[in-house]
C-alpha cells in the first residue's frame, strides 16, 4: 500500500466516530505525520463544535514538529466562517507543509477554496487519494449538497414468503418478523441517520417510538406523513422523547410527486439523511420516483402465508448477511 494511501485510509477509519453527530457538517477525518509516524488525529464532533482538522492539530503533543509535518485529511479543509473558524487558515498559522486531501468539496462555499488558500501560502498539496473511499465515505454530506435531498436508505422487514405485516391484527403494536439482535441492529442505524420516516398507517397500526431504545445514540427526528392531521398525542411518535415533523397536506401536494416534494421539504430543513422505515406504499413510493439510496431487507425465518406484500424493487445487491437465522440483503440504486 502507498504510503499516502495508508494515512487517509486511517482518516476515514476515524472519521466514522462521528456518525450521527456532525451533521450538518461533513464527518471528516484527519491524521498528521511526523517522520513516517502519527503524531495528531482527530475527527468532526458534534455539529457546532470543533472540525477534524482543529483536533487533530490540538492533540499533537509537541507543537514545533508541526512546520515538519504532513496531514492528511478525508475531505478538502474549509475556507470559510461558519460555526468555527476555517481550518485551512489554521493549517496556514501552524506552518503544516504538506497536505493530502482525500476528496475535493463541492459545497459552493469551499468548492476548492479551501486548496487554493493552502497553495497561495506556500503549502504543498495533493488532492485525490483514495478518492472514492472518501467520497463514499462523505456519501450523505455530498447527496445532500449535490442532488439537494437527503442521503435516502430503505428498511424493512419481510417473511420467507414476502409479506412485510399479516393481513390482520390483533393487537396496536409491531408484529415482529425478525429477532432481537437484528432489531438492536435497526436502533443502532438510527443513531446515525438524522431522521426517520414513517406514514400515517404505520403509525395507527404499530404505534412506534421510532427512538433508539436499544442502543446508546443521538434519537433521530421522527418524521410523518399525516395528509389529513388525524394523528392525535395519543401515539408515541408525538411524544417527547425525540422532534417531531409532521409533513401534512398543509406542507405538499399528495397527488403527485410526493417522494420529491418530501426531500425538498427535508432538504429545505438541513436534514442530510433519513431512513424511510415504511409502511409498504410510503416505501413503494420512494422507489416508484427512484429516490433512494440503500435498500436494507430483512428476510426472516416467519411465513404470513397472506398480508401486505414487500415492496418491488431493483438494486445491485451489495452484502449479504446472517444475523442469526436472519438473512440481511443491502442494496444500491445505481
Not at 72 to 92: D, F, Q, R
Amino acid at each position: 500500500m502507498k504510503i499516502h494511501e495508508k494515512y487517509i485510509k486511517r482518516c476515514i477509519e476515524i472519521a466514522k466516530n462521528g456518525l450521527g453527530t456532525t451533521a450538518p457538517n461533513p464527518m471528516v477525518g484527519c491524521v498528521i505525520v511526523h517522520d513516517n509516524k502519527i503524531i495528531g488525529e482527530g475527527f468532526t464532533s458534534p455539529y457546532g463544535e470543533k472540525h477534524a482538522e482543529v483536533n487533530a492539530i490540538e492533540s499533537v503533543k509537541d507543537p514545533s514538529l508541526l512546520n515538519k509535518s504532513t496531514l492528511y485529511v478525508t475531505l478538502e479543509p474549509c475556507s470559510h466562517v461558519g460555526k468555527t473558524p476555517p481550518c485551512s487558515n489554521l493549517i496556514i498559522e501552524n506552518k503544516i507543509p504538506q497536505v493530502v486531501i482525500g476528496t475535493i468539496d463541492t459545497h459552493s462555499k469551499v468548492a476548492g477554496k479551501g486548496i487554493e488558500k493552502l497553495k497561495d501560502s506556500g503549502c504543498k498539496v495533493q488532492v485525490g487519494v483514495l478518492e472514492e473511499e472518501c467520497k463514499k465515505h462523505h456519501k450523505r454530506f455530498f447527496t445532500f449538497h449535490n442532488k439537494k435531498r437527503p442521503y435516502i436508505i430503505l428498511k424493512w422487514a419481510e417473511t420467507q414468503d414476502g409479506f412485510i405485516a399479516p393481513k390482520t391484527k390483533h393487537e396496536q403494536k409491531p408484529v415482529w418478523i425478525t429477532n432481537e439482535i437484528s432489531r438492536q441492529l435497526v436502533h443502532k442505524w438510527r443513531s446515525e441517520e438524522q431522521a426517520i420516516l414513517v406514514g400515517t398507517n404505520t403509525v395507527i397500526e404499530d404505534n412506534p417510538s421510532l427512538t433508539v431504545r436499544d442502543w446508546t445514540g443521538k434519537n433521530p427526528i421522527r418524521i410523518v406523513l399525516d395528509k389529513k392531521n388525524i394523528l392525535s398525542k395519543k401515539y408515541q411518535i408525538l411524544n417527547k422523547d425525540a422532534e417531531t415533523i409532521v409533513i401534512s397536506e398543509n406542507d405538499i401536494d399528495f397527488s403527485n410527486n410526493v417522494a420529491l416534494q418530501i426531500c425538498d421539504l427535508l432538504h429545505k430543513n438541513n436534514i442530510q439523511s433519513i431512513i424511510i422505515e415504511g409502511g409498504r406504499n410510503t416505501l413503494q413510493t420512494f422507489i416508484n420516483e427512484k429516490l433512494w439510496d440503500e435498500a436494507r431487507v430483512f428476510i426472516g425465518k416467519t411465513t404470513f402465508k397472506d398480508g401486505v406484500k414487500a415492496p418491488v424493487f431493483k438494486g445491485k445487491q451489495i452484502q449479504d448477511s446472517l444475523i442469526l437465522e436472519d438473512s440481511l440483503k443491502i442494496y444500491i440504486n445505481e
